[in-house]
């Protein structure tokens, strides 16, 4: 017997949300998006209404159509069906020019990749400028509104620095500062604390709720990590393109006022309450795990019951009720099969694959020289899963790149299978790098080729691979990233897990056995990074794969046999850890 509360969006028969000013109001929103004869339905009939000043978080798996709402409530797509009105606007009736209007003067946007958010060659200041220059201000109002945002975010003292010498979580604020260039009354932002530490991540979460209160926003965040998702005061998960549940916190104050922000409550300790939301057809959507655990399968039988309603399973149509999570690893011990695994056991050289000694890499010169490593010693062997953690600005990408091939070290030495990678020719990193499989954390997919596609494109780069099994193995990786059926769609078409997912795949798909990913897991779900870290984990016990991850994700120390943590371009701790997949 399963038993549940109700929510109704928009319902007048709901106290809890009657005269409440609502500055985003969604009816019915549908989003289809059409390439050829293919369609994708991102939302289905979703209903949602925002108060004004409110803080809300955007929850769900990788594609339940979370950014591509977030990107009609800022303009930048608009729906197929149904009503969204914004700050007193119909956006859906809005002509091309009144919608750049809107999104020039009252939304904000932040992004997860700050290379959307910023241009690499401005300073702090010149960013911020630059977007009051194009919506017309005088250069007075610029310079004054500049400095006032550049104070707002803490980092007033790095006005003239330019962004390529700010760590991550700098970059970050001053990205939040861009977005209220032109005083916008709607801050949206796409896992803004994806890139940072959590301890970054909480300093950037304490700002917004700083600036909402003191310029009036309403705040809108799309996040995977339950952690952020536990700081706004309303959390909408939504599945399959619908409003699946909702969950309030109870601090006593109307959604909205701003008062839990004014309190400045870092732990957020507040009651919360889950609540099923019923949309104007009466669909509801039935949480997978309290669904699970009643055993409803296909059908239920719905009773009008004394205080509620209750839903029973149908008895020819229960289902069993799972014993245990599914682990996820479902035939990836496959993976290479056509290649061979590698003996693990009695590996071909006894020392280790990768050795990183005294290495330093210094960015620039004389005052403005940043010195991101600073004699980095380490040592990985065959097989093994190293995770790097740090801050921001730790130097975890850099070292990666510089194991890689992809960057050189100002000092010190790289040896990779017995080769110094330091002293390689530009040709020879050429050919290191086609056998070594890469994650970018900002995906760097063809946005013009299918997922298909982009993953084959690695296959023609090293030319490794007969051509007749082409087909078979990029189906067989994009089959174990959970993308079958997403194969024929191009990285527009695809949420950011999903993307993330192609680029796995890539990396992947011509058996690398050296693996070098930056935040492979920072656009997944909780469910879907668990998936994707139990297959690499597999990788290393059974095919002898070597990856090294640079990482803010705590779920990675549950799968890593080495953990490095960084901090100011050192390493200042290391963890061995004996750990087994359960």
Same mark, same amino acid.
């Given at each position: 017997?399963?038993?549940?509360?109700?929510?109704?969006?928009?319902?007048?028969?709901?106290?809890? +949300?009657?005269?409440?000013?609502?500055?985003?109001?969604?009816?019915?929103?549908?989003?289809?998006?059409?390439?050829?004869?293919?369609?994708?339905?991102?939302?289905?009939?979703?209903?949602?209404?925002?108060?004004?000043?409110?803080?809300?978080?955007?929850?769900?798996?990788?594609?339940? $159509?979370?950014?591509?709402?977030?990107?009609?409530?800022?303009?930048?797509?608009?729906?197929?069906?149904?009503?969204?009105?914004? &700050?007193?606007?119909?956006?859906?009736?809005?002509?091309?020019?009144?919608?750049? *209007?809107?999104?020039?003067?009252?939304?904000?946007?932040?992004?997860?990749?700050?290379?959307?958010?910023?241009?690499?060659?401005?300073?702090?200041?010149?960013?911020?400028?630059?977007?009051?220059?194009?919506?017309?201000?005088? @250069?007075?109002?610029?310079?004054?509104?500049?400095?006032?945002?550049?104070?707002?975010?803490?980092?007033?003292?790095?006005?003239?620095?330019?962004?390529?010498?700010?760590?991550? @979580?700098?970059?970050?604020?001053?990205?939040?500062?861009? *977005?209220?260039?032109?005083?916008?009354?709607?801050?949206?932002?796409?896992?803004?604390?994806?890139?940072?530490?959590?301890?970054?991540?909480?300093?950037?979460?304490?700002?917004?709720?700083?600036?909402?209160? #003191?310029?009036?926003?309403?705040?809108?965040?799309?996040?995977?990590?339950?952690?952020?998702?536990? /700081?706004?005061?309303?959390?909408?998960?939504?599945?399959?393109?619908?409003?699946?549940?909702?969950?309030?916190?109870?601090?006593?104050?109307?959604?909205?006022?701003?008062?839990?922000?004014?309190?400045?409550?870092?732990?957020?300790?507040?009651?919360?309450?889950?609540?099923?939301?019923?949309?104007?057809?009466?669909? %509801?959507?039935?949480?997978?795990?309290?669904?699970?655990?009643? @055993?409803?399968?296909?059908?239920? #039988?719905?009773? %009008?019951?004394?205080?509620?309603?209750?839903?029973?399973?149908?008895?020819? &149509?229960?289902?069993?009720?799972?014993?245990?999570?599914?682990?996820?690893?479902?035939?990836?011990?496959?993976?290479? /099969?056509?290649?061979?695994?590698?003996?693990?056991?009695?590996? *071909?050289?006894?020392?280790?694959?990768?050795?990183?000694?005294?290495?330093?890499?210094?960015? @620039?010169?004389?005052?403005?020289?940043?010195?991101?490593?600073?004699?980095?010693?380490?040592?990985?062997?065959?097989?093994? =899963?190293?995770?790097? +953690?740090?801050?921001?600005?730790?130097?975890?990408?850099?070292?990666?790149?510089?194991?890689?091939?992809?960057?050189?070290?100002?000092? $010190?030495?790289?040896?990779?299978?017995?080769?110094?990678?330091?002293?390689?020719?530009?040709?020879?990193?050429?050919?290191?790098?086609?056998?070594?499989?890469?994650?970018?954390?900002?995906?760097?997919?063809?946005?013009?080729?299918?997922?298909?596609?982009?993953?084959?494109?690695?296959?023609?780069?090293?030319?490794?691979?007969?051509?007749?099994?082409?087909?078979? #193995?990029?189906?067989?990786?994009?089959?174990?990233?959970?993308?079958?059926?997403?194969?024929?769609?191009?990285?527009?078409?695809?949420?950011?897990?999903?993307?993330?997912?192609?680029?796995?795949?890539?990396?992947?798909?011509?058996?690398?056995?050296?693996?070098?990913? &930056?935040?492979?897991?920072?656009?997944?779900?909780?469910?879907?990074?668990? #998936?994707?870290?139990? +297959?690499?984990?597999?990788?290393?016990?059974?095919?002898?794969?070597?990856?090294?991850?640079?990482?803010? &994700?705590?779920?990675? +120390?549950? =799968?890593?046999?080495?953990?490095?943590?960084?901090?100011?371009?050192?390493?200042?701790?290391?963890?061995?850890?004996?750990?087994?997949?359960?």
């Amino acid at each position: 017997v399963l038993s549940s509360r109700f929510l109704v969006p928009g319902s007048r028969f709901l106290v809890l +949300m009657n005269n409440i000013d609502h500055i985003i109001h969604a009816s019915g929103l549908v989003k289809i998006y059409k390439v050829a004869e293919l369609e994708v339905v991102a939302l289905q009939g979703l209903d949602l209404e925002v108060a004004r000043g409110e803080f809300l978080a955007l929850v769900g798996p990788s594609g339940s $159509g979370k950014s591509t709402l977030l990107s009609l409530i800022g303009g930048l797509d608009r729906p197929s069906a149904g009503q969204l009105v914004v &700050d007193g606007l119909d956006l859906t009736t809005l002509t091309p020019t009144g919608l750049s *209007a809107y999104r020039r003067d009252r939304v904000g946007f932040i992004w997860q990749q700050t290379t959307r958010n910023l241009l690499p060659y401005l300073s702090a200041r010149e960013n911020i400028e630059l977007l009051m220059t194009f919506a017309g201000r005088s @250069g007075r109002e610029r310079r004054a509104w500049a400095d006032e945002l550049l104070e707002a975010v803490g980092i007033a003292d790095k006005a003239s620095t330019p962004v390529t010498q700010l760590s991550g @979580g700098q970059q970050q604020r001053v990205a939040i500062a861009c *977005a209220l260039a032109n005083r916008p009354r709607i801050l949206l932002g796409d896992e803004p604390t994806g890139e940072v530490d959590w301890e970054t991540a909480q300093r950037v979460l304490a700002l917004l709720r700083d600036l909402r209160t #003191r310029y009036g926003l309403t705040i809108v965040l799309v996040t995977h990590d339950p952690r952020v998702a536990e /700081q706004a005061d309303r959390v909408i998960a939504i599945r399959d393109g619908r409003t699946s549940t909702e969950t309030r916190r109870d601090d006593g104050s109307a959604p909205g006022d701003g008062s839990s922000a004014a309190a400045g409550r870092s732990a957020r300790a507040r009651a919360a309450e889950e609540l099923v939301v019923v949309d104007r057809a009466g669909r %509801l959507q039935i949480p997978g795990d309290q669904r699970a655990l009643a @055993g409803i399968g296909r059908r239920a #039988r719905v009773e %009008l019951v004394d205080g509620g309603v209750l839903i029973r399973p149908v008895e020819d &149509d229960r289902i069993a009720i799972p014993t245990e999570e599914p682990s996820g690893d479902h035939h990836h011990h496959y993976l290479y /099969q056509d290649q061979g695994a590698v003996d693990v056991a009695a590996p *071909a050289t006894p020392e280790p694959l990768i050795t990183v000694e005294g290495v330093t890499r210094v960015f @620039g010169a004389g005052a403005r020289a940043v010195h991101a490593l600073r004699g980095v010693d380490l040592a990985v062997e065959r097989g093994a =899963f190293v995770a790097l +953690m740090g801050p921001s600005g730790s130097g975890k990408t850099t070292l990666l790149n510089i194991i890689g091939g992809l960057d050189r070290p100002t000092s $010190g030495s790289v040896i990779v299978a017995g080769r110094r990678v330091d002293q390689m020719r530009t040709d020879e990193l050429a050919s290191l790098r086609r056998q070594i499989g890469f994650v970018f954390q900002s995906f760097a997919l063809l946005p013009t080729a299918s997922a298909f596609e982009n993953v084959e494109m690695a296959l023609r780069l090293t030319g490794q691979t007969p051509r007749q099994r082409w087909n078979a #193995r990029v189906r067989r990786v994009l089959a174990a990233v959970g993308l079958t059926d997403w194969a024929d769609h191009r990285p527009y078409e695809l949420s950011g897990g999903q993307q993330q997912r192609v680029a796995l795949a890539r990396a992947l798909v011509t058996y690398p056995q050296i693996i070098l990913a &930056d935040e492979p897991t920072g656009d997944l779900d909780s469910r879907t990074g668990r #998936r994707v870290l139990t +297959m690499l984990r597999t990788l290393c016990d059974q095919e002898g794969v070597t990856l090294i991850m640079a990482t803010h &994700d705590p779920a990675v +120390m549950e =799968f890593a046999t080495t953990i490095y943590h960084l901090r100011d371009g050192v390493i200042i701790g290391c963890e061995k850890r004996d750990v087994a997949l359960a």
